[in-house]
């Protein structure tokens, strides 16, 4: 058992099937007390039965307080796991873009707007932010995703280094592929370069406990990603090359 979370009141939205799932039912084994959320209150409902927990479905954005009161008054972990695989290019439409960035960044700002007062005036609190190895790299295929999850990153990233000093944990989660239906909405992007290294859903919770065990910000379910991250950090120009390689592959078999 991970002592940080036993008894915790614990959020997870997005939580109706995929990574969201498998966080809630890691919580609730781990002995915490857990609000399930999703769009589709069918499946925010079995989760929630399953193992226990209390269902809040809805709007991403709009749940912390009903949360918070489901809760008995107080949430120690926020799991801001909802989010989009927005496809498409520069000429994405607007719609896309907009609905992309309102709920892979926007839904984890104002999630910290209602949850970081409290936190603050008693110095503790975490915040898991589900981003992507998109955010710290990139996907072909996906401006819309790849933009917006480079700013989910980037929010996390800030939260953690100014609220840190003050008792506010902040993890940031970036998986490459996982087996979702996220991942089969990805279409033949996604099958050439998720699917050959794809891992399950639990494998990130996995992950993410042992981040929590060990107080890290970064984790990192595909470890490998670590080293992709360095080279486009010191070679940009030779990343993008690889980037671009494997992006003349992809458009070799449209």
Known sequence: MV????????????????????LARRFAAEGARVVVNDLDAAKAKAVAEEIGAIAVPGDASTIVAEARDALGGTIDVYCANAGLPSAGSESADEKVWALAWDVNVMAHVRAAQELLPAWLERGSGRFVSTVSAAGLLTMIGAAPYSVTKHGAYAFAEWLSLTYRHRGVKVHAICPQGVRTDMLDATG???????????????????????????????????????????????????WLTNMNHIQQKWEATR
Do not use: C, K, N
Not at 3 to 22: H, R, S
Not at 226 to 236: I, K, L, T
């Open 3 to 22: 002592e940080a979370v036993q008894d915790a009141g614990v959020v997870v939205t997005g939580a109706g099937g995929g990574i969201g799932a498998a």
């Open 188 to 238: 033949s992007a996604g099958d050439l370069v998720l699917q050959p290294t794809a891992i399950e859903p639990e494998t990130v919770a996995d992950a993410l406990f042992a981040g929590i065990e060990e107080d890290r910000f970064l984790i990192l379910p595909h470890p490998e990603v670590a080293g992709y991250y360095q080279v486009r950090a010191a070679e940009p120009d030779r």
